[in-house]
């Protein structure tokens, strides 16, 4: 009968061997020829013998690997899949990193082909998988994936970075849900705490839209299409990767419209003011694309973000970036008075929320009706003080 003096002081003697415990039938310390020691069970299966490792020696007590065999026998007895069986399908299960490739290769590319990404999404998903998913839980099996190991992956993250990565994890523990690689309604990232992030409010004053304007001008020779892009986006605040995907078949001089076929929330049709329409009347035929520096080649976020740079530092601006002329035109708008719903559908947002936020921060009517009744009641007490002056 194995002990634990016994497991302890078991040597190869030059070749592998087994010695078998007589208190659990099929028990037994296995040493390999290098001498290392593993307890096996040996049973029966279909009609077949068969042989598993339970674990190390040194990896659980004679008493705790003697429990665990005889379970294990019972559930061989009563028919459930045997050790060999669930280890070969713990061998196979499914790793973060296959889930990670059938999602790319096959889940995403469906949706984008459907309309349902876009995929500019589908490149920024490659891009947080492989600098930031794969690197800490690429070999860990999707169904093992805990909320702890979600903590570990996003932990040191920036706040808006680690909030980008939680949605794209819980998008991903949602798709391996869905294709049975998961239990059901057991998403690790559910109760994984998200970053609060700083809302930007950045937005440029009329002498720093003069300045930058002046900085354009001087630009133009240079970089024609980006600071035409640039122009278009101040003037129309649309965002700057749809002003990018205008093609000339879109754009309507005669009816001052412009149809944007793929936005985040869908075809759009955005009316042409007159400074955009201008905007557009300067920019010769060439290609394809309404903004391009070559042919039919689609001008780059990244070039146009590039020379913006540039023409800042020229300008003597500090903290500008290409978002802020988008905000630049909500902001103007708002304080022109138009409701949340209007600014909804002149900035092409899917809800009120964010033009709800606009309105009454900046074009707030309590806000006006504040102001005023400060100055009516200043101009009561300032008129009272006279009064009293002039009686006395």
Not at 108 to 120: D, I, L, N, Q
Not at 131 to 150: C, G, Q
Not at 277 to 288: M, Q, S
Not at 343 to 362: E, F, N, P, T
Request: charged residues 30%.
């Amino acid at each position: 009968m194995l002990t634990e003096r016994i497991v302890r002081d078991a040597k190869s003697e030059g070749k592998a061997r087994t010695l078998w415990d007589r208190e659990v039938a099929g028990l037994g310390l296995q040493i390999t020829q290098g001498g290392k020691k593993n307890y096996v069970l040996r049973y029966r299966a279909a009609g077949r013998k068969r042989q598993a490792i339970l674990c190390r020696a040194g990896e659980a007590s004679l008493r705790e690997v003697r429990k665990r065999a005889g379970e294990e026998l019972l559930r061989i007895r009563s028919g459930e899949s045997d050790p060999l069986e669930r280890q070969r399908e713990a061998r196979e299960a499914p790793t973060v990193g296959d889930l990670c490739d059938r999602f790319l290769n096959e889940h995403a590319p469906a949706r984008v082909e459907r309309g349902r990404m876009s995929p500019r999404t589908l490149k920024e998903y490659r891009y947080q998988i492989g600098h930031y998913v794969l690197p800490p839980l690429d070999r860990l099996r999707v169904e093992d994936v805990k909320r702890l190991d979600i903590e570990r992956a996003v932990t040191g993250l920036k706040p808006i970075t680690r909030n980008r990565v939680l949605a794209l994890l819980s998008r991903l523990m949602s798709y391996a849900e869905s294709v049975e690689w998961r239990r059901q309604n057991d998403n690790p990232c559910r109760h994984v705490e998200r970053s609060r992030e700083e809302a930007r409010d950045r937005t440029l004053s009329g002498a720093e839209l003069a300045a930058l304007a002046a900085a354009l001008s001087g630009a133009e020779e240079r970089h024609p299409a980006p600071v035409a892009a640039i122009r278009f986006a101040i003037t129309t605040g649309l965002r700057i990767g749809e002003i990018l995907a205008v093609r000339w078949v879109d754009v309507d001089m005669e009816g001052g419209r412009l149809i944007l076929p793929s936005t985040k929330t869908g075809r759009r049709i955005h009316d042409l003011p007159s400074p955009a329409a201008a905007v557009l009347a300067g920019i010769p035929h060439v290609g394809e694309f309404v903004f391009s520096t070559r042919g039919d080649a689609r001008m780059t976020y990244s070039h146009v973000r590039k020379v913006f740079v540039e023409i800042v530092g020229k300008a003597g601006l500090q903290d500008v970036r290409l978002h802020d002329l988008r905000r630049g035109y909500m902001t103007q708008a708002a304080m022109a008075g138009v409701t949340a719903h209007v600014l909804r559908d002149l900035m092409g947002h899917r809800s009120a929320q964010v033009a709800d936020k606009y309105i009454r921060s900046l074009g707030d009517p309590v806000r006006r009706a504040r102001e005023l009744t400060s100055q009516t009641l200043a101009a009561m007490m300032e008129d009272g003080a006279v009064l009293n002056h002039l009686q006395n």
